[in-house]
Nanobody, 119 residues
Framework: QVQLVESGGGLVQSGGSLTLSCAAS????????MAWYRQAPGKQRELVAS???????NYADSMKGRFTISRDNAKNTVFLQMNSLKPEDTGVYYC?????????????WGQGTQVTVSS
């Protein structure tokens, strides 16, 4: 069982920056693919960025060039550096850990951290 705890959210002005952190415990962190999702009010949860166990990254189109996902396996932590923030980036940001064993995929979620971007 993996436990995930996000931190780093808050209120920031448009154009500002924030760095989110997600600390993992209870599993072999380096074996998990990690991702950040967000859910805006009234909208479905959407993928923001992901990073594989091997370090390959993927971003949603609207985040490319503004957001950077990284991981520190020694600290069991994944980060999301967010620059040039826009009001539409407002939402609850969730950390996700995923591992596939054969045909079975296990997903774990943090409790979320609120990001609010003011115009």
């Amino acid at each position: 069982q993996v436990q995930l705890v996000e931190s780093g959210g808050g209120l920031v002005q448009s154009g500002g920056s924030l760095t989110l952190s997600c600390a993992a415990s209870g599993g072999i962190f380096s074996a998990y693919a990690m991702a950040w999702y967000r859910q805006a009010p009234g909208k479905q949860r959407e993928l923001v960025a992901s990073i594989t166990a091997g370090g390959s990254t993927n971003y949603a189109d609207s985040m490319k060039g503004r957001f950077t996902i990284s991981r520190d396996n020694a600290k069991n932590t994944v980060f999301l550096q967010m620059n040039s923030l826009k009001p539409e980036d407002t939402g609850v940001y969730y950390c996700n850990a995923a591992q596939r064993v054969g045909a079975v995929r296990a997903d774990y979620w943090g409790q979320g951290t609120q990001v609010t971007v003011s115009s």
